[in-house]
C-alpha cells in the first residue's frame, strides 16, 4: 500500500466529516412557526388573547453577556378586555428558547 495515498485518503475523509458536521449544525433550527407558536401558547392566558404576531424569518446574529446566538426577532399583540399590549420577543433560533420578552412602546 502506498503510505501517501493512505494519508491523502484519511486526510480527505476528516475535510469531508468537518463539512458535513457544519452544513448539519446549521439545518438544526427551530423553524420560526413553530417558535411564534410556542410564544403565543405561553403568554395566551385566561381572559386575554393575541390578537396579531409576526416573527422574522431569518435569524439574526445576537450577542448577550459575550455569548453569540443566532436568534429570531419577533412580535405579538395581547388584548384584555379593551386593552392591547404589544410585546417583542428575542428567541435562539437553536433551540426555541426565549431569550428576551420585553414590552414594547
Known amino acids: 500500500m502506498n503510505w501517501k495515498t493512505f494519508i491523502t485518503g484519511v486526510a480527505a475523509g476528516f475535510a469531508a466529516g468537518y463539512v458535513v458536521k457544519e452544513l448539519s ?7 420560526p412557526e ?36 443566532d436568534v429570531y426577532k419577533g412580535g405579538l399583540t ?6 392591547s399590549s404589544q410585546f417583542e420577543f428575542i428567541a435562539d433560533a437553536n433551540t426555541g ?6 414590552q414594547a412602546g
Open 78 to 83: 395581547k388584548v384584555d378586555g379593551n386593552e
Open 25 to 31: 449544525n446549521k439545518n438544526n433550527m427551530v423553524s
Open 97 to 102: 428558547t426565549i431569550l428576551d420578552l420585553y
Open 34 to 69: 413553530k417558535v411564534l407558536t410556542a410564544i403565543k401558547t405561553t403568554l395566551d392566558d385566561e381572559g386575554t388573547s393575541i390578537r396579531g404576531s409576526w416573527i422574522m424569518m431569518k435569524p439574526e446574529k445576537f450577542t448577550r453577556n459575550s455569548l453569540d446566538y
